[in-house]
């Protein structure tokens, strides 16, 4: 499927890009609150940005949006001290403000945006299977020929996501995601704070192995190393370090 500008008489309009955050979720196996992860959304914000983009921030259901604790620079665990873009973005009110009152997927219009872009954290994991809202809307922005991007857990919508004819979009492409190689990290992580059983997971299921199940070709960069692939107008960044890189492929795609 070839990528086509909607917009042909107006080379002068901003790009737009809609980013979608998960909804407040509660982990089926750890029982904690997970949430959406804040690089994943800062970080292609903040790069989408730069080029002189517009974007607008929307959720499966809409309202206020929860990050994962580990996720917020401030947070005691130390975990994203580093993070400075997402810093920046936590201390900027009128930024931090865009997660307090999402608009649902619903009311993204496909010919008002150039490409939509999924975020990930943990949420996605528990909640996105019923998020038949998004699940239409990205499938609506794919075969509209427009960049359809997901990242991180963000890209477990793959596994649900349903193409006009029956067939599910990932089947036959090229993907990456949340590999198995950072699920067996975090596994030990929990399993080291004795947060979990040794014979329990962190998550309910694995992306690489879903994604595999369906007959997409799963690849990945290594260990939390930033990594992300195009396929035609279908773009997915490995985890919560390849927001910088997820957004150049679609800038890539769409132009400046």
């Not at 973005?89 to 939509?116: C, G, H, M, Q, Y």
């Not at 943990?122 to 990205?138: I, W």
């Not at 997901?150 to 349903?162: D, E, I, N, S």
């Amino acid at each position: 499927m070839s990528l086509r500008d909607p917009n042909p008489s107006n080379k002068n309009k901003p790009k737009r890009v809609a980013i979608v955050i998960a909804n407040p979720a509660t982990s089926t196996t750890t029982g904690w609150p997970v949430g959406f992860w804040w690089s994943e959304l800062t970080h292609p914000y903040h790069a989408f940005h730069e080029v002189g983009y517009e974007v607008e921030v929307f959720s499966p259901a809409g309202g206020k949006c929860e990050a994962d604790g580990m996720s917020d620079p401030r947070d005691a665990s130390g975990y994203s001290a580093s993070d400075l873009i997402s810093m920046g973005f936590v201390s900027t009110p009128n930024l931090a403000a865009l997660v307090e009152k999402t608009k649902p997927v619903s009311e993204i219009s496909v010919a008002r945006f150039d490409a939509i872009i999924v975020a990930g954290g943990q949420a996605p994991m528990f909640n996105f299977e019923r998020a038949t809202d998004l699940h239409n809307k990205f499938v609506e922005f794919y075969e509209a020929g427009k960049v359809t991007a997901a990242l991180c857990h963000g890209v477990a919508l793959l596994r649900y996501a349903k193409l006009s004819n029956g067939e599910l979009l990932a089947q036959g492409k090229t993907v990456t995601g949340f590999a198995n190689v950072e699920e067996d990290f975090a596994d030990n992580a929990v399993w080291g704070m004795g947060a979990l059983p040794k014979d329990q997971h962190l998550m309910p299921w694995r992306i690489e192995d879903e994604l595999k199940k369906i007959r997409a070709n799963f690849v990945q960069g290594g260990l939390w190393r930033g990594f992300a692939v195009r396929d035609g107008n279908l773009i997915t960044g490995q985890q919560n370090f390849s927001g910088a890189e997820t957004a150049k492929l679609v800038i890539e795609a769409l132009g400046r």
